[in-house]
């Protein structure tokens, strides 16, 4: 009767785990202090050479180290650190800071309440930045029949519009602009704007807001 892995005595779940996960993580680790070190040097306008003399390492080996080939040992690191003249926790800064995704099926955005709700506006969020200076929002904006026009929106920051259904006019600082299918609008934000007039309906159009956080 054949074993069955994950049932295997002794393990306790562990066969359980996926069995690449540590070694994914050791080649994230070394391609981040790679890119690290291959930075600083590049800073100092060090040459391949230059490092590795000052770190006690051959040019080969720097090399590897800075392509994520290898990984390099404590005492290589303290080296490196040494030789860039920064901090030993300065190489492993590009793998400590944090990377976020937001993923959303189709339909699936979080519906929320914004300033055009109130004009039948309906807003679906599709993701947003995390612990980020500059805070990106992308929404997915429907006009059906019910909503009305609302040309005086004005806030902080940037923001790009994307249609991909209906046509309207969208008003912009005192300017108008025909937006259908595939047309794309990116403007400072803190003029007036908004839909002016709806000329096929449904209207959808992807709105990305970027502006500095702690700005509201």
């Known amino acids: ?14 066969l359980d785990q996926d069995p690449h ?4 993580d050791a080649r994230d680790l070394e391609a981040a202090i790679g890119s690290q070190v291959r ?7 060090m040459t391949v050479g230059e490092l590795a003399s000052e770190a006690g390492l051959s040019a080969g080996m720097l090399s590897k180290i800075e392509n994520g080939h290898t990984s390099p040992s404590l005492t290589s690191l303290k080296n490196l650190a040494r030789g860039l003249n ?11 800071e944090q990377r976020n995704a937001s993923h959303v099926k189709s339909g699936e955005g979080l519906k929320i309440e914004r300033r055009g709700t109130r004009a039948g506006h309906q807003y679906a969020l599709l993701g947003h930045s995390v612990h980020k200076q500059v805070a990106v929002e992308p929404y997915m904006i429907t006009l059906t029949h019910e909503s009305e026009v609302f040309p005086l929106f004005q806030h902080d920051g940037q923001e790009f519009l994307y249609v ?39 209207v959808r159009f992807l709105s990305v807001i970027v502006y500095p956080r702690g700005v509201e």
């Open 1 to 14: 009767m054949a074993t069955d892995r994950k049932s295997a005595p002794g393990g306790d779940g562990a």
């Open 21 to 24: 996960a540590i070694h994914d």
């Open 39 to 45: 930075m600083q040097r590049k800073k100092l306008s």
């Open 86 to 96: 920064v901090p030993f926790t300065a190489l492993f800064q590009r793998f400590e």
């Open 164 to 202: 991909v259904e209906g046509a309207m006019d969208y008003h912009h600082g005192g300017r108008s602009y025909r937006m259908e299918p595939g047309d794309s609008l990116f403007f400072d934000a803190d003029a007036p704007h908004g839909p002016e007039t709806l000329h096929d309906l449904p």
